[in-house]
């Protein structure tokens, strides 16, 4: 018997096409910077990826109180953070892990003050951004005014289209950790990101966030919003509002802070933050710092 031969759908070869053509133009995408691109301080995620064969590390410290007052408890998380982003394969993709270590202190609502220690991961996941549109790649988005330095730097309405980006990973649940040994062995998390240059030192960050998919115990859907603005070339201010839909309450936390370049690889930041609940109410401290190395 002969076999027929195989005869490929001309639309499936187009649209094979389409996507293989699609997927290398964006990594076409030039992201990389002569400075750190760091997301600290602050939770939001920039657009934008660190470039490639560029290895970064962002860690940092915070203390972060709650308490209760229905039942009069107070618990003090002592935190470690850190983050370890990678550009591998393009200028556009990056690689990211990202862990917390925490001590926490808490005292029972029953007299007599008894305190107890808890510590462990409380975060621990993998995953990775590709930007999906970069509205510098086209210089008609951005055009410049040879007469007006004023224009140039200046808010311009055209400034609000963004970078686009989209984060996809998973949450790795540690039986290590009473924080995590409850929780799946692997929960998704996905993450829209936006990034637009209102002006060359005001930088608008917005996130949309779906953590623990899948789980009805765990899940969680938050916004962020963010807004740095750079004093000169090594100093930048920002403030970051937070809203989260919890299984059993929603949060609105506001931080605010500043970052410092001490050296084009070395980035210092410190930060604040609050939220605006009794049950339980919160304030933050950070500090931290994110150094890369250049490979690019």
């Given at each position: 018997?002969?076999?027929?031969?195989?005869?490929?759908?001309?639309?499936?070869?187009?649209?094979?096409?389409?996507?293989?053509?699609?997927?290398?133009?964006?990594?076409?995408?030039?992201?990389?910077?002569?400075?750190?691109?760091?997301?600290?301080?602050?939770?939001?995620?920039?657009?934008?990826?660190?470039?490639?064969?560029?290895?970064?590390?962002?860690?940092?410290?915070?203390?972060?109180r709650?308490?209760?007052?229905?039942?009069?408890?107070?618990?003090?998380?002592?935190?470690?953070?850190?983050?370890?982003?990678?550009?591998?394969?393009?200028?556009?993709?990056?690689?990211?892990?990202?862990?917390?270590?925490?001590?926490?202190?808490?005292?029972?609502?029953?007299?007599?003050?008894?305190?107890?220690?808890?510590?462990?991961?409380?975060?621990?996941?993998?995953?990775?951004?590709?930007?999906?549109?970069?509205?510098?790649?086209?210089?008609d988005?951005?055009?410049i005014?040879?007469?007006?330095?004023k224009?140039?730097?200046?808010?311009?309405?055209?400034?609000?289209?963004?970078?686009?980006?989209?984060?996809?990973?998973?949450?790795?649940?540690?039986?290590?950790s009473?924080?995590?040994i409850?929780?799946?062995?692997?929960?998704?998390?996905?993450?829209?990101?936006?990034?637009s240059?209102l002006?060359?030192?005001?930088?608008?960050?917005?996130?949309?966030?779906?953590?623990?998919?899948?789980?009805?115990?765990?899940?969680?859907?938050?916004?962020?919003?963010?807004?740095?603005?750079?004093?000169?070339?090594?100093?930048s201010?920002?403030?970051e509002?937070?809203?989260?839909i919890?299984?059993?309450?929603?949060?609105?936390?506001?931080?605010?802070?500043?970052?410092?370049?001490?050296?084009?690889?070395?980035?210092?930041?410190?930060?604040?933050?609050?939220?605006?609940?009794?049950?339980?109410?919160?304030?933050?401290?950070?500090?931290?710092?994110?150094?890369?190395?250049?490979?690019?």
């Open positions: 018997m002969h076999k027929k031969p195989i005869i490929q759908s001309p639309l499936i070869l187009k649209m094979s096409l389409f996507i293989l053509g699609f997927l290398f133009s964006i990594c076409g995408f030039s992201q990389y910077t002569d400075i750190i691109n760091s997301n600290k301080p602050g939770n939001s995620t920039g657009a934008y990826s660190v470039g490639k064969r560029v290895y970064q590390i962002e860690s940092g410290f915070s203390v972060d709650l308490r209760g007052e229905a039942l009069q408890s107070e618990s003090l998380f002592n935190n470690g953070n850190l983050a370890v982003r990678v550009g591998l394969f393009s200028e556009a993709l990056e690689l990211i892990y990202e862990g917390s270590y925490t001590m926490e202190f808490s005292t029972s609502p029953i007299p007599g003050g008894k305190i107890g220690i808890d510590q462990g991961f409380t975060s621990n996941r993998i995953g990775a951004k590709i930007m999906l549109f970069d509205p510098f790649k086209n210089p988005n951005r055009p005014n040879v007469y007006s330095w224009k140039n730097n200046g808010f311009r309405w055209r400034n609000i289209l963004p970078a686009i980006a989209l984060y996809a990973g998973a949450n790795i649940g540690l039986k290590s009473p924080y995590l409850n929780n799946p062995s692997i929960a998704p998390r996905v993450m829209l990101v936006t990034q240059h002006t060359p030192k005001i930088v608008l960050i917005l996130n949309g966030i779906y953590d623990f998919i899948g789980s009805e115990a765990l899940a969680e859907k938050t916004v962020i919003a963010s807004l740095s603005y750079a004093i000169k070339r090594k100093w201010v920002f403030v509002g937070q809203y989260s919890l299984p059993n309450y929603n949060e609105q936390i506001i931080r605010t802070g500043g970052a410092f370049l001490y050296r084009k690889n070395l980035q210092l930041d410190l930060y604040t933050g609050i939220n605006f609940q009794n049950e339980p109410s919160r304030e933050i401290i950070g500090l931290g710092f994110s150094y890369r190395l250049d490979k690019h």
